[in-house]
């Protein structure tokens, strides 16, 4: 069973930075794609960051370009997002989850953009970025 858990949240000030965590169970990064989301209130889940190892895709939002960073520790089956230089606007509940082969393997974008029902998701953690 796919179960994943997103820890790492918090509040900080704008211009800040926080590193998620997100803890894998069930599979490996080599059977499935990850992926990084988030959800402000009164918004859209939208994609952050998304990477498939199976297929060498990777994705950022323009919006955290050159700010967030994911990354893996497959030691520990752990993926993480680096968050710097935080903006009001990265406010958010972010989610972690699992991306199917076959849906990586249309591109990290179409995984980070929509399949969601396809996703397998774990519990979000709050993000705050006061300004």
């Known amino acids: 069973e796919v179960q994943l858990q997103a820890s790492g949240g918090g509040l900080v000030q704008a211009g800040g930075s926080l590193r998620l965590s997100c803890a894998a169970s069930?599979?490996?990064?080599?059977?499935?794609?990850i992926g990084w989301f988030r959800q402000a209130p009164g918004k859209e889940r939208e994609g952050v960051s998304c990477?498939?190892?199976?297929?060498?895709?990777?994705y950022y939002a323009d919006s955290v370009k050159g700010r967030f960073t994911i990354s893996t520790d497959n030691a520990k089956n752990t993926v993480y997002l680096q968050m710097i230089r935080l903006k009001p606007e990265d406010t958010a509940v972010y989610y972690c989850?699992?991306?199917?082969?076959?849906?990586?393997?249309?591109?990290?974008?179409?995984?980070?953009?929509?399949?969601?029902?396809?996703?397998?998701w774990g519990k979000g953690t709050q993000v705050t970025v006061s300004s």
């Open positions: 989850a699992a991306l199917e082969r076959t849906v990586v393997a249309l591109g990290a974008r179409a995984a980070c953009s929509s399949y969601y029902d396809r996703h397998s």
């Open positions: 069930g599979f490996t990064f080599d059977d499935y794609g």
């Open positions: 990477m498939g190892r199976s297929s060498g895709t990777l």
